[in-house]
């Protein structure tokens, strides 16, 4: 039996490591995996815009004020480029399935810096420390931002990484009426999945990772984008790696008739993982739609309609439909799209979600010259 | 004189009996008769003594003779009246295209049950068919005796290995492969003598050297190899030994390797360690083929299927960059699997119906053989859908965690969907290589 003074000790650091706990801020983060290639960025949600030691280098969305704050550390595990700065990072070995040995992945990763100055807004990309920090160490490379002002107002910091092609991905940045952009790029393909862990205990043991694998497995042939928000609900998307504009599918595109849904003969239907529920313009997608359980996270397949007054989204409850399987009478709802001509005719199917707003965020879709996006709001 | 008469009752009698006896079995005819040939056709290929049925998967009981049968007579009745038995899962829409189906007609399950109710008589032997025999029965190959048979090296399955799928690599003596290769227009698999633990068993030829391995799950499933190429398929229970159609054939470069790719159900614990030696009996095409077989698969390795859900699809699609000879489909995947489609899109946008199988059985895995090769043309769109049941019910009668969401990976309690076809590409002679 434990005495008084140490039941004491016991509930006195049980309420101690408790406030720790909710003081810590879970790092929210946004993650694309292009070609069995991963890049992550992270930050928190703790950089408010009204917070004064902030304000001055916000305070003029047209002219920056000099000043840099730490906003996110960008995480990837093939080299890739922002700009003029290359973070390299060493390629696995080639996999060699069974005895051979597996490779173990090489991570790079960076604190990134959001610095104003008179010539305008840029990135600072410097060695990753811990604990608090008033001005980068080591800056390895900069990073010059394109800086627009918006209408919807981010009370916190975001960033989100949107897939533009087989390569690439724009970073986006948003903090109070701010949204910075700058395109990231994977520079050296990778050909097969590296192994993240030593397979010779399984062999003698027997036990490994479903999970892993089944991961693995599905991206040999899918690209994802996720959103993670914080310690809470994810967001993620899954889509067929590799469709081209040169492509049969995307001929498709070009010549599908109105209201009929855009078909893939190379891929599964684009899949939208939620773990919260969203809100689609009059369109509420729910968690459970596919599970058996209430709280089970949902699941759609997301499909592309091409409609008399322009493009819709139509979200179905069959999340794992090959794409020529379209099947209306699992329809949950659509919604109109957003539509962009862009100059890159050459991009690559993507889809991806970015928050855009604690609360708020995007899906966009992109295919050659083509961009979609539809608004949604997170629901608590 | 009271003896006599005594004699003369009691003889009388028995020629009574014996008339209603035989009455009896006109009525409900013999085994010998009426019985065996149904049974010689349509059971026997399976249920054959242990040890030398299909592939050496083996069925639970000989039904090659009366006094083998006679004890299962009623087990038989009820499962052929219920359609259980022989096992054919594809649906009636396919009827007549599949050289391999199985089936009794009415009249074939009214003459074994009325076999059954009239006490299941023997009969005359002298009125039934001669023995069945089946290929060479000495050595135990269905097919008949191999030209050349590759055996696995031996291969111990530790004791604490459980669900261990194993990919094995034994290299072809390069005697029985002279010329730089020989064609062969069929195989047959045997997975060797514990057959009863093979879940399913998956083969191919490569040109790699010599090596022994074992992937704990790690490592490709059946479907990428066939993506790979230079696979030969799979077997599990169910799968009879075929030809290829008349015309087609095999390709095995001298140098070659045999991939033995098997997936062994035990449990882990001392003692449960045991050895296996597949092999593969190959014969020879005597005659240069026209079409060059391959097996490939149509898959899906991104999917999610939901904890506690029923009547999940998963789908997956190709389309055909040439015109193809279809020669084989075989739907594949675990636990939850229930049921399976293939659908065929023709270039006009016509819609065929190519395999149904409304009621999959995971342990029931039927390849299908069409009696003739079926064209699809250049553009046809195949899609084939799965449906999967990861409900608790479920879970407790085949025994898995429904309380899993899962998708692709080797495990049977992890899933699959894979649809696989054995195909020849375009009208095109052999060239002596392969492809």
């Given at each position: 039996m434990l005495d008084y003074h140490s039941r004491q000790l016991i509930v006195i650091l049980s309420l101690t490591l408790l406030g720790l706990s909710v003081t810590v801020e879970a790092q929210y983060s946004s993650e694309v995996v292009l070609d069995l290639r991963t890049l992550t960025v992270e930050y928190t949600p703790a950089l408010r815009a009204d917070d004064p030691s902030h304000q001055m280098l916000l305070s003029d969305p047209s002219e920056p004020k000099a000043g840099h704050v730490r906003v996110a550390q960008i995480e990837t595990d093939a080299s890739i480029r922002m700009a003029g700065v290359e973070i390299a990072v060493e390629e696995p070995d080639a996999v060699v399935t069974g005895s051979s040995a597996m490779s173990e992945l090489r991570l790079a990763r960076y604190d990134l810096w959001l610095t104003g100055s008179s010539n305008g807004w840029r990135l600072d990309v410097a060695d990753s420390q811990g604990g608090p920090l008033t001005a980068p160490s080591s800056i390895f490379g900069t990073v010059p931002l394109t800086?627009?002002?918006?209408?919807?107002?981010?009370?916190?910091?975001?960033?989100?990484?949107?897939?533009?092609?087989?390569?690439?991905?724009?970073?986006?940045?948003?903090w109070g009426r701010h949204e910075w952009t700058t395109e990231v790029q994977f520079l050296i393909p990778r050909e097969s999945r590296p192994r993240q862990r030593d397979p010779l205990g399984d062999q003698r043991t027997f036990e490994f990772d479903?999970?892993?694998i089944q991961r693995s497995n599905r991206l040999t042939r899918r690209n994802t984008a996720t959103v993670q928000l914080g310690n809470g609900p994810r967001l993620m998307v899954v889509y067929g790696r590799n469709m081209q504009v040169e492509d049969r599918d995307f001929a498709h595109l070009v010549s599908v008739e109105t209201d009929m849904v855009v078909t893939t003969t190379a891929s599964a239907v684009i899949r939208f993982d939620i773990d919260v529920p969203l809100q689609f313009g009059e369109v509420t997608l729910n968690t459970g739609n596919v599970g058996g359980l209430r709280d089970s996270p949902g699941g759609y397949g997301v499909w592309l309609r091409r409609a008399a007054e322009g493009w819709r989204l139509v979200f179905n409850d069959e999340p794992d439909a090959w794409g020529t399987q379209h099947d209306p009478s699992f329809d949950a709802g659509e919604v109109s799209l957003d539509y962009l001509q862009g100059d890159d005719s050459s991009r690559a199917l993507s889809a991806s979600v970015v928050m855009t707003t604690p609360d708020q965020g995007r899906f966009v879709l992109i295919w050659g010259p083509h961009?979609?996006?539809?608004?949604?709001?997170?629901?608590? | 004189m009271r003896c006599l008469r005594v004699f003369a009752i009691v003889a009388l009698l028995g020629v009574l009996a014996q008339s209603a006896a035989y009455a009896g079995a006109e009525a409900g005819g013999t085994f010998y008769e009426n019985v065996l040939p149904i049974l010689q056709e349509n059971c026997q290929s399976c249920h054959r003594p242990a040890g030398q049925n299909i592939t050496g998967i083996v069925a639970p009981m000989s039904l090659m003779t009366y006094e083998e049968a006679r004890p299962w007579a009623r087990g038989i009745a009820r499962k052929v009246e219920t359609r259980e038995m022989p096992p054919w899962y594809a649906s009636e829409h396919t009827d007549g295209l599949f050289s391999n189906e199985r089936g009794l007609t009415d009249a074939e399950i009214e003459t074994i049950t009325a076999w059954v109710n009239a006490g299941a008589p023997a009969g005359e032997r002298d009125a039934g068919p001669a023995p069945r025999t089946f290929g060479d029965e000495e050595e135990g190959w269905f097919l008949g005796r191999p030209d050349f048979v590759v055996e696995m090296e031996r291969y111990t399955i530790p004791d604490d290995a459980y669900d261990l799928q194993a990919t094995i690599r034994t290299k072809i003596d390069d005697a029985v492969l002279p010329d730089g290769g020989v064609w062969v227009r069929g195989w047959e698999f045997r997975v060797g003598e514990t057959g009863d633990r093979v879940h399913h068993f998956c083969a191919g030829i490569?040109?790699?050297d010599t090596i022994v391995e074992v992937d704990a799950g790690q490592g490709e499933d059946e479907g990428e190899a066939a993506d790979r190429g230079g696979s030969l398929g799979c077997v599990s229970s169910g799968t009879e030994g075929k030809l290829l159609p008349d015309g087609w054939g095999f390709f095995i470069p001298t140098g070659s390797t045999a991939r033995y790719s098997i997936h062994f159900n035990k449990e882990p614990g001392p003692g449960t360690s045991f050895d296996n030696q597949a092999s593969m009996g190959f014969f020879l095409s005597h005659e240069p083929p026209k079409y060059t077989f391959k097996n490939d698969s149509i898959g899906n390795r991104g999917f999610m299927i939901p904890a506690h859900r029923k009547d999940y699809r998963v789908g997956a699609g190709r389309m055909l960059e040439r015109d193809t000879y279809v020669a084989n489909l075989w739907p594949h995947a675990h636990f939850r699997g229930t049921a399976a489609r293939y659908t065929a899109t023709y270039p006009d946008g016509t819609q065929e119906l190519l395999l149904d199988v409304p009621n999959?059985?995971?342990?029931?895995?039927?390849?299908?053989?069409?009696?003739?090769?079926?064209?699809?043309?250049?553009?046809?769109?195949?899609?084939?859908?799965?449906?999967?049941?990861?409900t608790s019910e479920n879970g407790l009668r085949i025994g898995f965690d429904a309380d899993r969401s899962l998708g692709h990976a080797p495990r049977t309690n992890d899933e699959m969907m894979l649809g696989f076809l054995g195909y020849a590409e375009e009208v095109e002679p052999a060239t002596g290589t392969q492809n």
């Amino acid at each position: 039996m434990l005495d008084y003074h140490s039941r004491q000790l016991i509930v006195i650091l049980s309420l101690t490591l408790l406030g720790l706990s909710v003081t810590v801020e879970a790092q929210y983060s946004s993650e694309v995996v292009l070609d069995l290639r991963t890049l992550t960025v992270e930050y928190t949600p703790a950089l408010r815009a009204d917070d004064p030691s902030h304000q001055m280098l916000l305070s003029d969305p047209s002219e920056p004020k000099a000043g840099h704050v730490r906003v996110a550390q960008i995480e990837t595990d093939a080299s890739i480029r922002m700009a003029g700065v290359e973070i390299a990072v060493e390629e696995p070995d080639a996999v060699v399935t069974g005895s051979s040995a597996m490779s173990e992945l090489r991570l790079a990763r960076y604190d990134l810096w959001l610095t104003g100055s008179s010539n305008g807004w840029r990135l600072d990309v410097a060695d990753s420390q811990g604990g608090p920090l008033t001005a980068p160490s080591s800056i390895f490379g900069t990073v010059p931002l394109t800086h627009t002002t918006v209408t919807a107002n981010s009370p916190t910091f975001i960033a989100g990484l949107v897939p533009t092609g087989s390569d690439q991905a724009r970073l986006l940045l948003r903090w109070g009426r701010h949204e910075w952009t700058t395109e990231v790029q994977f520079l050296i393909p990778r050909e097969s999945r590296p192994r993240q862990r030593d397979p010779l205990g399984d062999q003698r043991t027997f036990e490994f990772d479903s999970a892993e694998i089944q991961r693995s497995n599905r991206l040999t042939r899918r690209n994802t984008a996720t959103v993670q928000l914080g310690n809470g609900p994810r967001l993620m998307v899954v889509y067929g790696r590799n469709m081209q504009v040169e492509d049969r599918d995307f001929a498709h595109l070009v010549s599908v008739e109105t209201d009929m849904v855009v078909t893939t003969t190379a891929s599964a239907v684009i899949r939208f993982d939620i773990d919260v529920p969203l809100q689609f313009g009059e369109v509420t997608l729910n968690t459970g739609n596919v599970g058996g359980l209430r709280d089970s996270p949902g699941g759609y397949g997301v499909w592309l309609r091409r409609a008399a007054e322009g493009w819709r989204l139509v979200f179905n409850d069959e999340p794992d439909a090959w794409g020529t399987q379209h099947d209306p009478s699992f329809d949950a709802g659509e919604v109109s799209l957003d539509y962009l001509q862009g100059d890159d005719s050459s991009r690559a199917l993507s889809a991806s979600v970015v928050m855009t707003t604690p609360d708020q965020g995007r899906f966009v879709l992109i295919w050659g010259p083509h961009e979609w996006s539809a608004n949604f709001t997170v629901l608590s | 004189m009271r003896c006599l008469r005594v004699f003369a009752i009691v003889a009388l009698l028995g020629v009574l009996a014996q008339s209603a006896a035989y009455a009896g079995a006109e009525a409900g005819g013999t085994f010998y008769e009426n019985v065996l040939p149904i049974l010689q056709e349509n059971c026997q290929s399976c249920h054959r003594p242990a040890g030398q049925n299909i592939t050496g998967i083996v069925a639970p009981m000989s039904l090659m003779t009366y006094e083998e049968a006679r004890p299962w007579a009623r087990g038989i009745a009820r499962k052929v009246e219920t359609r259980e038995m022989p096992p054919w899962y594809a649906s009636e829409h396919t009827d007549g295209l599949f050289s391999n189906e199985r089936g009794l007609t009415d009249a074939e399950i009214e003459t074994i049950t009325a076999w059954v109710n009239a006490g299941a008589p023997a009969g005359e032997r002298d009125a039934g068919p001669a023995p069945r025999t089946f290929g060479d029965e000495e050595e135990g190959w269905f097919l008949g005796r191999p030209d050349f048979v590759v055996e696995m090296e031996r291969y111990t399955i530790p004791d604490d290995a459980y669900d261990l799928q194993a990919t094995i690599r034994t290299k072809i003596d390069d005697a029985v492969l002279p010329d730089g290769g020989v064609w062969v227009r069929g195989w047959e698999f045997r997975v060797g003598e514990t057959g009863d633990r093979v879940h399913h068993f998956c083969a191919g030829i490569e040109d790699k050297d010599t090596i022994v391995e074992v992937d704990a799950g790690q490592g490709e499933d059946e479907g990428e190899a066939a993506d790979r190429g230079g696979s030969l398929g799979c077997v599990s229970s169910g799968t009879e030994g075929k030809l290829l159609p008349d015309g087609w054939g095999f390709f095995i470069p001298t140098g070659s390797t045999a991939r033995y790719s098997i997936h062994f159900n035990k449990e882990p614990g001392p003692g449960t360690s045991f050895d296996n030696q597949a092999s593969m009996g190959f014969f020879l095409s005597h005659e240069p083929p026209k079409y060059t077989f391959k097996n490939d698969s149509i898959g899906n390795r991104g999917f999610m299927i939901p904890a506690h859900r029923k009547d999940y699809r998963v789908g997956a699609g190709r389309m055909l960059e040439r015109d193809t000879y279809v020669a084989n489909l075989w739907p594949h995947a675990h636990f939850r699997g229930t049921a399976a489609r293939y659908t065929a899109t023709y270039p006009d946008g016509t819609q065929e119906l190519l395999l149904d199988v409304p009621n999959w059985q995971q342990h029931w895995q039927e390849t299908y053989w069409y009696k003739e090769p079926k064209l699809l043309p250049k553009g046809t769109m195949i899609d084939v859908s799965f449906w999967y049941d990861n409900t608790s019910e479920n879970g407790l009668r085949i025994g898995f965690d429904a309380d899993r969401s899962l998708g692709h990976a080797p495990r049977t309690n992890d899933e699959m969907m894979l649809g696989f076809l054995g195909y020849a590409e375009e009208v095109e002679p052999a060239t002596g290589t392969q492809n």
